[in-house]
T-cell receptor, first 114, second 114 residues
């Protein structure tokens, strides 16, 4: 019940395409859903996050879509660029709890071809 | 503002050797975490410290020990390194409760056990 399942494992798109990465969770107590972006040799960095009281959040070219009833959320990258090539992790937590532990998905390696 | 600082960045150990990975944060965060990252498995929680003076096991604690030295510092110790502990280790920190907004990660320690 603590798992977060992420797909696909890898993704290749052309510049300007819209890659979509999907995540599913089981624990309905999760109340915070972030996405992290990681470049080679670096630590993950927070990209965008959503709480379950909204169905969509946009920050620049990055959009999270959230479906509470299906217990799924996804990341869309509009007008993707080669500089977006990175590994993306979804995560979930009971953020309002004292520990705030994040449970991570398995990661998606994205390559955007010029 | 340094954020989360991890040392060393790289380390090679022989099986059976011990070492301590150091982590320090300067953001006045209460909670700190140690994760390991392995290909195809995402980020898995080893140990966490919700607040100064407390530590708890995560998903994969076997073979590791931790010390929350003070509010800033959280170290991870491998008492007798094994090849299965070859991984990239990340330290992270966060605030707690309703102000939780995810983690700030360090840049990682790449550990090879031969």
């Amino acid at each position: 019940q603590q798992q977060v399942k992420q797909s696909p494992q890898s993704l290749i798109v052309q510049k300007g395409g819209i890659p979509i990465i999907n995540c599913a969770y089981e624990n309905t107590a999760f109340d915070y859903f972030p996405w992290y972006q990681q470049f080679p040799g670096k630590g993950p960095a927070l990209l965008i996050a959503i709480r379950p009281d909204v169905s969509e959040k946009k920050e620049g070219r990055f959009t999270i879509s959230f479906n509470k009833s299906a217990k799924q959320f996804s990341l869309h990258i509009m007008d993707s660029q080669p500089g977006d090539s990175a590994t993306y992790f979804c995560a979930a937590s009971m953020g309002s709890s004292n520990t705030g532990k994040l449970i991570f998905g398995q990661g998606t390696t994205l390559q955007v071809k010029p | 503002n340094a954020g989360v600082t991890q040392t060393p960045k790289f380390q090679v150990l022989k099986t059976g050797q011990s070492m301590t990975l150091q982590c320090a944060q300067d953001m006045n965060h209460n909670s700190m975490y140690w994760y390991r990252q392995d290909p195809g498995m995402g980020l898995r929680l080893i140990y966490y410290s919700a607040s100064e003076g407390t530590t708890d096991k995560g998903e994969v604690p076997n073979g590791y020990n931790v010390s929350r030295l003070n509010k800033r510092e959280f170290s991870l110790r491998l008492e007798s390194a094994a090849p299965s502990q070859t991984s990239v280790y990340f330290c992270a920190s966060s605030v707690q409760g309703s102000d939780f907004y995810g983690y700030t990660f360090g840049s990682g320690t790449r550990l090879t056990v031969v």
